[in-house]
């Protein structure tokens, strides 16, 4: 079998998209190479993962947007490159930049998996002032370009992330590698039941699934909700962040925070309306995985967004922090039950196009064009 190092400077117990991505791909591709993964030591343990060698490094008590710095060691780093064929990087990070630069080194093929636009993303998760932020912006923009340049090959989930990146002066090798949903798992229920699953009966559920931080810009679905004119409204958000970008919904009533789960699907169940506000995305797996469900989704045409969602068919669109123009939506979804039962309908439709099987088997053809 052939090696593949496998660099990541996020992954479990810490649930984000990239964890999640790797969680769904890994299982499948270990069925064909001999995989190595080198990842931050997050507090708590990895289980069920004895089929890959993982090795995890220490973290600093410093964080930056609400996650800790990986502190690899460039000695350990350089074995693992050395003794792989090939090097598949998830994130732009310390543990991504020591195996980068000991790959170029090595003259080993590295392959890049662009999974955010991490420099816009880094600039918005600060919690500095407006100058630091551009000048903070400024640089990463510079890095992220540097960065990806040095690899041979990017994977992107779609055309419009391939635009973003020529725009920012990132020109490799690309191949499109669109993410995958489980469509048999994430699924519709019936409303009343899925509500009582919950506990969350009798309520008209505005939801969102993902971190709470800045670039999320959940400040404009939490002002919307608020000037909601309905009595038994709930917003539902399904993640965690900080506390300082939790203190957003310090005295908002009727907002249920549940922290990262394990278990999505049933809290995606009850909902009536799906939320993305966001600033910037990709691809954005969890609107995928709503969709799935048979949600109507609202949200923002950033990243790949537009590329799956056709407003007024599927889903509706609506422009970055409009809190009027989503206010507006959301009441006119919950006076109209059709148009929601419609929506969601043709957005399970559109999600049902994803397939893990299909993602993994393209991951596939990419690496072994390198071999």
């Not at 990087?89 to 999974?115: E, F, T």
């Not at 506000?277 to 954005?284: A, I, K, V, Y």
């Not at 995928?288 to 109507?296: D, I, K, N, Q, Y």
């Not at 049902?352 to 596939?364: D, H, M, Y």
Request: aromatic fraction near 10%.
């Amino acid at each position: 079998m052939k090696k593949i190092l496998i660099a990541t400077d996020t992954f479990l117990p810490k649930i984000d998209g990239v964890s999640i991505f790797l969680t769904k791909v890994i299982p499948e591709l270990s069925k064909y190479y001999d995989i190595t993964l080198v990842c931050p030591k997050f507090p708590g343990n990895i289980k069920d993962y004895d089929y890959i060698k993982i090795i995890r490094t220490k973290i600093s008590r410093i964080k930056i947007a609400n996650y800790n710095i990986p502190l690899p060691k460039n000695k350990q780093i350089k074995d693992l490159v050395k003794n792989s064929d090939l090097i598949w990087i998830q994130s732009i990070g310390p543990i991504g930049y020591n195996v980068l630069n000991n790959a170029k080194k090595l003259n080993k093929k590295v392959i890049a998996y662009v999974h955010a636009i991490e420099g816009k993303r880094f600039s918005m998760c600060s919690e500095t002032t407006s100058r630091l932020k551009l000048f903070l912006n400024y640089l990463t923009k510079i890095y992220e370009r540097s960065f990806y340049n040095k690899c041979d090959k990017l994977m992107l989930s779609s055309n419009m992330i391939s635009k973003i990146l020529y725009k920012a002066g990132i020109n490799r090798k690309e191949v499109m590698i669109p993410l995958g949903v489980e469509s048999n798992k994430f699924k519709p229920l019936n409303k009343e039941k899925a509500k009582k699953n919950v506990g969350l009966e009798d309520k008209f559920i505005i939801g969102y699934l993902g971190r709470i931080s800045n670039e999320k810009n959940l400040e404009t679905l939490r002002d919307a909700f608020v000037n909601l004119p309905i009595e038994n409204k709930l917003l539902l958000i399904i993640g965690d962040g900080s506390k300082s970008q939790k203190k957003i919904f310090n005295n908002v009533n009727n907002v249920k925070i549940t922290g990262f789960i394990d278990n999505v699907i049933p809290y995606l169940q009850a909902m009536d309306v799906y939320v993305l506000p966001s600033l910037t995305e990709t691809s954005s797996l969890s609107t995928l995985e709503a969709m799935s469900t048979g949600l109507p989704v609202v949200a923002t045409p950033v990243g790949a967004i537009s590329d799956y969602i056709y407003n007024g068919k599927n889903g509706i669109l609506f422009n970055i922090k409009d809190i009027d123009s989503l206010t507006k939506i959301l009441l006119s979804l919950y006076n109209n039950k059709k148009l929601r039962e419609t929506l969601g309908k043709n957005a399970r439709k559109t999600a049902s196009e994803f397939s893990w099987e299909e993602t993994v088997k393209k991951i596939r053809e990419a690496f072994d064009e390198e071999f």
